[in-house]
Structures are given as C-alpha cells and as structure tokens.
C-alpha cells in the first residue's frame, strides 16, 4: 500500500525558512503528480506546489511564487519543499499529497489543483510563523 510521511514542519519568525520532506512508498518509479497543500483554521484547503515526475513541470499558488520551491529525489523518493521569506499568513498544516497524471502523450497533472484528484496523504505537518 501507498504511504507518505511528512517532515521538517516547526515554529519560525517571519522571514525564516523551512524545508518540508515527504516520503513516499507504495508507489511505482513511475509518471506521478506529487503536490503540497496547506489548510489554516477556519480556512478551506489550499494547493501550495505540486511536481510532475514525468516532466519535472511544476506549478505554484501565486503567493508562493518565488518564496517556495518543489522538487523531488527521485533516488530517494522524496519530495521537498523550500519555503523561504515566511510570512504568518503562511501559517497552516502542510499536507504531502500523490496522484495519477491525465492526458496523453507524457501526461500532466490536473490544472484545477483540486485534493479530489489526490489520492494519497500523509500525516500533515504543522508550520507556524510568527
């Protein structure tokens, strides 16, 4: 079966930075959608960063654009994320999502960045930013 295993979450001032890990196992070394979500209290989910393994094309919620970075150690079968210039509305669980990539020829992951297409979670991690 698939599991993923968050890491690296923890307390920071604003400013600071993080690097987020998930481990993944259960899944073929094959073409994945491997994304980022985030959720704050009282607030509905959100997509942060997500990473097709089959192309290495990546996307980013606006207000992480330039701020975070995903990427992922195929070897080790970890994904990352490089969060830097935290802010504290960047407060939130972090949760590391795996999905089945659409479409043909190489495929790609779904634009709506919608935790309906993902079918694997993990844990959460907490990230807090004062």
């Known amino acids: 079966h698939v599991q993923l295993v968050e890491s690296g979450g923890g307390s920071v001032q604003a400013g600071g930075s993080l690097r987020l890990s998930c481990t993944v196992s259960g899944l073929t070394n094959g073409r994945y959608c491997m994304a980022w979500f985030r959720q704050a209290p009282g607030k509905e989910r959100e997509g942060v960063a997500r990473?097709?393994?089959?192309?290495?094309?990546?996307y980013y919620a606006d207000s992480m654009k330039g701020r975070f970075t995903i990427s992922k150690d195929y070897a080790k079968n970890t994904v990352y994320l490089q969060m830097n210039s935290l802010k504290p509305e960047d407060t939130a669980m972090y949760y590391c999502?795996?999905?089945?990539?659409?479409?043909?020829?190489?495929?790609?992951?779904?634009?709506?960045?919608?935790?309906?297409?993902?079918?694997?979670w993990g844990q959460g991690t907490q990230v807090t930013v004062s």
């Open positions: 990473i097709y393994t089959g192309s290495g094309n990546t």
């Open positions: 999502a795996a999905g089945p990539p659409v479409g043909g020829g190489d495929g790609h992951c779904t634009s709506r960045f919608a935790g309906d297409d993902y079918p694997y």
